[in-house]
Each structure stands twice: as C-alpha cells, then as structure tokens.
C-alpha cells in the first residue's frame, strides 16, 4: 500500500469536505443578508401583535409569511397599491385571475388581474381577505406586500428596524 497516495486522497477528500462546508455556510449567510426575515418573530401584547423586520442590505424590508397556508417571500412596498403577485406564482398558490386593468409600474403600464387572499400572514399578523393584483410581466419571486395589507396595520421605522403593529381589540 502506498502511503503517499493514501495521504494525497485524504488531503484531497477534506478540501473537498472544506469547500461544501464553507460553501454551505456562506449560502446561509447571503440568504440571511438578502432576507434576515427568513422566520419573524412575533410579539404578543393584550392589545396587539407586533413583528420587527430587519432591513436587508439593499435597504429594502423582505420577510417570509404565508398566503392561504402556503410559504411566500414578501418584500414591502408602501408605494404598490395592491399586494402584487407574479402570475407563476398566483398560479401555484392557486389564485384565480379576475377581471382585467391597467398597474402603472416604473417600466410603465402594465396589464393586471384582480384576485382575492383569503388569508395573508407575516409572523402571527393574520390578514382576511386581502385585495391583490396578479401581474403576468412580473418575473420576481418575491411578492410586492403593498397598501392593500399594510394599510391594515401600523408600521413604525426606527434606524434598520421596521415594526408592524395589528390591533386585535
């Protein structure tokens, strides 16, 4: 037995080892720096239930939730009317297209569906039947959380913190 190719192969294996260690470690640290919202926590007050979200380092807030018990990634947008689904997406959340308008969007005029959340959560935050828009140019995979919701909650901005408040008295 050669013990110089035993050694070389062993030397081999841990840098493969090493390089799927570090490679697994630093996908967890971009997805914690695109969405450090991956699992919010919730709040609970007798009045309220509040989650802080934590900027991501575009300086945009993003935070996992659910729509109709599915997982989504939301990303909040204060300045879209409506909450804003990719139609691939709406299609796998098994939304329904209902009738047709015109979104203006900052590449311009586009054409929406209307649809209906029956159930919108963001951490304990639990929204019914939630207006939203179903857009067929969209080609994130996040969805645009807009007023349609957010209007429905309290928000406060403090530093990279951005706190939602639901009343629940």
């Known amino acids: 037995m050669d013990t110089h190719k035993t050694g070389t192969g062993m030397i081999v294996a841990a840098c493969v080892l090493g390089m799927f260690i570090l490679t697994w470690f630093f996908g ?3 997805k914690d720096q695109r969405n450090p919202n991956r699992a919010p926590d919730s709040l609970h007050f007798v009045d309220a239930v509040e989650v802080a979200l934590q900027r991501n380092r575009q300086g945009h807030y993003m935070a996992i939730g659910e729509i109709n018990g599915q997982s989504v990634e939301f990303l909040l947008d204060t300045g879209a009317t409506d909450v804003v689904i990719p139609e ?9 297209r209902g009738r047709s308008g015109t979104a203006m969007t900052a590449n311009g005029p586009v054409t ?8 919108l959560t ?3 935050i639990e929204l019914t039947n939630v207006r939203a828009s179903i857009n067929p140019a969209m080609s994130a995979t996040s969805i645009l959380l807009g007023m349609s919701a957010l209007g429905r909650i309290e928000f406060s901005h403090q530093g990279n913190l951005l706190t939602l408040r639901q009343k629940t008295l």
């Open 122 to 124: 963001v951490g304990d």
């Open 28 to 30: 967890d640290v971009e």
């Open 88 to 96: 691939d997406l709406a299609a796998r959340l098994h939304l329904r």
């Open 112 to 119: 929406v569906y209307e649809t209906n959340i029956d159930v």
